[in-house]
């Protein structure tokens, strides 16, 4: 009989080192696992605090992939596992409160907190609370712009309407004319749309962020939306356009408008210098004549695990990386645009950025997604829902999205 | 399988009281059959320990999680549903649509693979000259990762990049329903023939060269030898490889993922519950999903072994080893 409890060890033996190599920590300096998305120049931050740390501490940086689901997804995993060899992690400003409700993540209190509080622009401030608590430190923003041609359009347009009327008239005398911007059924869809409710002084969901509310602002909206979609005024291939082929396409010269975050200009700059001279920025368009835009933000927030081995080390390296200094370093090598608001006034940050003024202007009064742990759920719904935008029936697609933003809310439906 | 187990189990459980009756016959094995079978089962104990741990579990576990509100976001609100979780996806319409997209692939790729499988088999069995090289060469698609192959043929599909759509001049078919389920179920077809070949081949082995002689002696053409004395051989080998293909089809994943992430309806069962498991993060209705894929399953399993008569080739007949 002993010869049957010998498979037991056995099969122990071959768990047993799978288990044991996620717990390895080498003595010495403590590490902090920083687990962030592609960026560049982040190792020389990186390096910078490592000295500035002078032995307390140590960062590695563990690169995600670039994709922001698979971002979520790997974080998610290991969270969802209660794996302690994450401390530091850069967030999408729409998962900080899906992570801190799950309890994933640690509240930002005290002195931490007040350092991140201070100075910090209203919006990307607003993408770190959750229930009134303070989840994450904003690292980096990010608003989208209107670039023109400005050998094409004399006045940028305030406003959807206007736009399109320009598009139209351009279209008219046989020039370029197109207004490029993405529509595929992906998070973009998503921003393109809260840009369009919150511009009209509509509402997706209830100030408490609990109920599907899709008023008559958000009615609004997607009659612009399908208005826009059906109107041959985009490029043909809107339905399927994401970020950089969006660019791409604008680079190309059929278009006369382009919606699309600030990392276009030094792109289109390097692609395609002829072009670029004449491209010019603006606010956002808004919907009604009068009344300015309201635009998404983006960018990333970073937040300590709530299974993190030495969490007062993982705090101070996250105030560390989003520091004044670092954030100016990264704006001004990468790209990301920073959160702390003096900055805006940098010397260095205006010539980075020559079209900052119109960023800070946009970033004052903000539109944020939806601030629900759910949010991932009503995103995808939302694009699914609106792709594709030309087949949009105002009235019913509203009444269809309240009973499945509702859902999703409370996690009861199924996810398409 | 488990009539075995049964039989090798029973009689050591009654051997200090043997009982009247049909057992009697049992009880009289031998003491050195019974030694044997005893042997047996202890040999394939540490097999069927470590299946237990691995699948049983999680089988379990997956049932028990399906009858509960278990979202990971909601960590407070987790309580036991009962059969909730079941009603909300089977009054679905995205469950069923992905149903239905999965059905409709699972029956075209297993009939398409099936027709080019055996000729294929017929290629392989029949070449006398380079063998090895054919053989080898067809099993190439077969031995690339799945997950490979679809980003090659996503890329092959995409406009402007692609040589596939400058050479058919299609535009973004990736973009639009009919023509991206097309795509799926041509990457699964090439990439799964040559399985589906091999199996064939190894049933062409089973048919007797003397049979297909005798019946040509009688005047049976090519097609009548195919038809009347392959097939029938055959049919064991054909019915296992039907088997392992439309389990395997049922359960499509990574080409969808890939070529389509899903998008314009074309999201199989196994995409979906990994959509409401890993992106949505509710264990409830993922689970749910999980075990209805698991439920489908095995009822096509049970079709096709009880209805079909499926059997590992050379064991169909009862008591034959």
Same mark, same amino acid.
């Given at each position: 009989?002993?010869?049957?409890?010998?498979?037991?060890?056995?099969?122990?033996?071959?768990?047993?080192?799978?288990?044991?190599?996620?717990?390895?920590?080498?003595?010495?300096?403590?590490?902090?696992?920083?687990?962030?998305?592609?960026? /560049?120049?982040?190792?020389?931050?990186?390096?910078?605090?490592?000295?500035?740390?002078?032995?307390?501490?140590?960062?590695?940086?563990?690169?995600?992939?670039?994709?922001?689901?698979?971002?979520?997804?790997?974080?998610?995993?290991?969270?969802?596992?209660?794996?302690?060899?994450?401390?530091?992690?850069?967030?999408?400003?729409?998962?900080?409160? %899906?992570?801190?409700?799950?309890?994933?993540?640690? %509240? $930002?209190?005290?002195?931490?907190?007040?350092?991140?509080?201070?100075?910090?622009?209203?919006?990307?401030?607003?993408?770190?609370?959750?229930?009134?608590?303070?989840?994450?430190?904003?690292?980096?923003?990010?608003?989208?712009?209107?670039?023109?041609?400005?050998?094409?359009?004399?006045?940028?347009?305030?406003?959807?309407?206007?736009?399109?009327? /320009?598009?139209?008239?351009?279209?008219?005398?046989?020039?370029?004319?197109?207004?490029?911007?993405?529509?595929?059924?992906?998070?973009?869809?998503?921003?393109?749309?809260?840009?369009?409710?919150?511009?009209?002084?509509?509402?997706?969901?209830?100030?408490?962020?609990?109920?599907?509310?899709?008023?008559?602002? =958000?009615?609004?909206?997607?009659?612009?939306?399908?208005?826009? =979609?059906?109107?041959?005024?985009?490029?043909?291939?809107?339905?399927?356009?994401?970020?950089?082929?969006?660019?791409?396409?604008?680079?190309?010269?059929?278009?006369?408008?382009?919606?699309? $975050?600030?990392?276009?200009?030094?792109?289109? /700059? /390097?692609?395609?210098?002829?072009?670029?001279?004449?491209?010019?920025?603006?606010? !956002?368009?808004?919907?009604?004549?009068?009344?300015?835009?309201?635009?998404?933000?983006?960018?990333?927030?970073?937040?300590?695990?709530?299974? @993190?081995?030495?969490?007062?080390?993982?705090?101070?390296?996250?105030?560390?990386?989003?520091?004044?200094?670092?954030?100016?370093?990264?704006?001004?090598?990468?790209?990301?645009?920073?959160?702390?608001?003096?900055? !805006?006034?940098?010397?260095?940050?205006?010539?980075?950025?020559?079209?900052?003024?119109?960023?800070?202007?946009?970033?004052?009064?903000?539109?944020?997604?939806?601030?629900?742990?759910?949010?991932?759920?009503? @995103?995808?719904?939302?694009? =699914? @829902?609106?792709?594709?935008?030309?087949?949009?029936?105002?009235?019913?697609?509203?009444?269809?999205?309240?009973?499945?933003?509702?859902?999703?809310?409370?996690?009861?439906?199924?996810?398409? | 399988?488990?009539?075995?187990?049964?039989?090798?189990?029973?009689?050591?459980?009654?051997?200090?009281?043997?009982?009247?009756?049909?057992?009697?016959?049992?009880?009289?094995?031998?003491?050195?059959?019974?030694?044997?079978?005893?042997?047996?089962?202890?040999?394939?104990?540490?097999?069927?320990?470590?299946?237990?741990?691995?699948?049983?579990?999680?089988?379990?576990?997956?049932?028990?999680?399906?009858?509960?509100?278990?979202?990971?976001?909601?960590?407070?609100?987790?309580?036991?549903?009962?059969?909730?979780?079941?009603?909300?996806?089977?009054?679905?319409?995205?469950?069923?649509?992905?149903?239905?997209?999965?059905?409709?692939?699972?029956?075209?790729?297993? =009939?398409?693979?099936?027709?080019?499988?055996?000729?294929?088999?017929?290629?392989?069995?029949?070449?006398?000259?380079?063998?090895?090289?054919?053989?080898?060469?067809?099993?190439?698609?077969?031995?690339?990762?799945?997950?490979?192959?679809?980003?090659? $043929?996503?890329?092959?599909?995409?406009?402007?990049?692609? !040589?596939?759509?400058?050479?058919?001049?299609?535009?973004?078919?990736?973009?639009?329903?009919?023509?991206?389920?097309?795509?799926?179920?041509?990457?699964?077809?090439?990439?799964?023939?040559?399985?589906?070949?091999?199996?064939?081949?190894?049933?062409?082995?089973?048919?007797?060269?003397?049979?297909?002689?005798?019946?040509?002696?009688?005047?049976?053409?090519? $097609?009548?030898?195919?038809?009347?004395?392959?097939?029938?051989?055959?049919?064991?080998?054909?019915?296992?490889?039907?088997?392992?293909?439309?389990?395997?089809?049922?359960?499509?994943?990574?080409?969808?993922?890939?070529?389509?992430?899903?998008?314009?309806?074309?999201?199989?069962?196994?995409?979906?519950? !990994?959509?409401?498991?890993?992106?949505?993060?509710?264990?409830?209705?993922?689970?749910?999903?999980?075990?209805?894929?698991?439920?489908?399953?095995?009822?096509?399993?049970?079709?096709?072994?009880?209805?079909?008569?499926?059997?590992?080739?050379?064991?169909?007949?009862?008591?034959?080893?």
């Amino acid at each position: 009989m002993t010869r049957r409890w010998l498979s037991l060890p056995l099969a122990t033996a071959l768990l047993v080192p799978l288990v044991a190599a996620c717990g390895s920590d080498s003595g010495g300096v403590p590490v902090i696992n920083l687990y962030y998305s592609t960026e /560049q120049n982040l190792s020389t931050v990186i390096e910078d605090c490592n000295r500035q740390a002078a032995g307390r501490y140590r960062i590695v940086y563990n690169v995600l992939p670039r994709a922001a689901d698979e971002q979520r997804v790997q974080m998610v995993r290991r969270l969802a596992a209660e794996d302690s060899s994450m401390d530091v992690l850069g967030l999408d400003v729409t998962w900080t409160q %899906e992570f801190a409700g799950a309890k994933w993540i640690r %509240e $930002w209190t005290g002195e931490n907190a007040a350092q991140v509080e201070n100075g910090t622009l209203a919006g990307p401030l607003e993408t770190a609370r959750y229930e009134g608590k303070l989840y994450a430190a904003p690292k980096n923003t990010n608003v989208q712009l209107l670039w023109y041609r400005r050998d094409l359009v004399q006045q940028p347009p305030t406003t959807w309407a206007e736009m399109m009327e /320009q598009a139209r008239q351009l279209r008219a005398q046989g020039k370029p004319f197109r207004i490029i911007t993405m529509g595929a059924q992906y998070e973009g869809l998503v921003v393109l749309f809260n840009n369009l409710v919150v511009s009209a002084g509509g509402h997706i969901l209830n100030d408490d962020w609990t109920r599907a509310e899709l008023d008559s602002g =958000a009615v609004r909206a997607l009659q612009v939306l399908q208005e826009f =979609a059906s109107s041959g005024l985009t490029s043909p291939s809107f339905t399927n356009l994401i970020e950089d082929p969006a660019r791409l396409e604008f680079q190309a010269g059929s278009g006369a408008f382009h919606l699309n $975050w600030p990392f276009v200009y030094p792109a289109i /700059q /390097q692609a395609a210098p002829d072009l670029a001279r004449n491209v010019g920025w603006a606010r !956002y368009p808004g919907i009604d004549p009068g009344r300015p835009s309201r635009v998404t933000i983006g960018g990333y927030n970073l937040a300590v695990s709530a299974f @993190s081995k030495h969490p007062d080390l993982a705090f101070d390296a996250a105030l560390c990386l989003r520091n004044e200094e670092h954030q100016k370093f990264s704006a001004i090598n990468d790209g990301v645009p920073p959160t702390i608001a003096r900055l !805006y006034d940098d010397p260095e940050i205006a010539e980075a950025y020559p079209m900052k003024d119109d960023i800070l202007a946009e970033l004052q009064d903000a539109a944020v997604r939806p601030l629900t742990p759910a949010y991932q759920n009503v @995103s995808t719904v939302l694009s =699914a @829902s609106l792709s594709p935008p030309q087949s949009i029936r105002p009235e019913q697609t509203a009444n269809e999205l309240r009973k499945s933003i509702q859902d999703a809310l409370e996690s009861k439906g199924v996810l398409p | 399988m488990t009539h075995r187990v049964e039989t090798a189990e029973r009689p050591k459980a009654r051997v200090p009281r043997p009982r009247r009756g049909e057992r009697t016959e049992r009880a009289r094995l031998s003491e050195g059959k019974r030694a044997e079978r005893r042997l047996g089962w202890l040999l394939c104990a540490p097999a069927a320990l470590v299946m237990v741990a691995v699948t049983g579990y999680p089988i379990v576990y997956s049932i028990w999680l399906s009858l509960q509100r278990f979202d990971l976001k909601f960590p407070d609100e987790r309580e036991f549903v009962g059969l909730d979780n079941y009603v909300t996806v089977l009054s679905n319409g995205y469950w069923w649509t992905a149903f239905a997209v999965t059905f409709l692939i699972t029956v075209i790729t297993v =009939a398409i693979e099936l027709v080019l499988g055996m000729a294929l088999a017929l290629v392989m069995h029949r070449t006398i000259v380079g063998r090895g090289l054919i053989r080898t060469s067809v099993l190439i698609p077969y031995g690339i990762v799945t997950v490979v192959a679809a980003f090659s $043929w996503r890329y092959a599909w995409t406009p402007g990049t692609g !040589y596939l759509t400058k050479l058919t001049g299609a535009e973004a078919p990736l973009t639009e329903r009919i023509s991206s389920l097309a795509i799926i179920i041509l990457a699964e077809v090439w990439k799964t023939t040559p399985f589906m070949a091999l199996l064939l081949l190894a049933g062409l082995a089973l048919v007797p060269a003397d049979l297909l002689k005798a019946a040509a002696m009688d005047g049976a053409g090519a $097609w009548q030898r195919f038809t009347k004395v392959m097939l029938p051989v055959m049919k064991p080998a054909i019915l296992v490889a039907l088997l392992f293909r439309t389990l395997d089809a049922f359960r499509i994943f990574d080409n969808i993922y890939i070529l389509t992430q899903g998008a314009n309806n074309t999201s199989s069962v196994s995409m979906l519950t !990994y959509n409401n498991l890993f992106r949505g993060l509710n264990l409830g209705i993922g689970s749910t999903m999980s075990v209805l894929v698991f439920i489908t399953v095995a009822i096509l399993a049970f079709i096709f072994i009880k209805l079909f008569g499926t059997a590992a080739p050379g064991s169909t007949e009862e008591g034959r080893r």
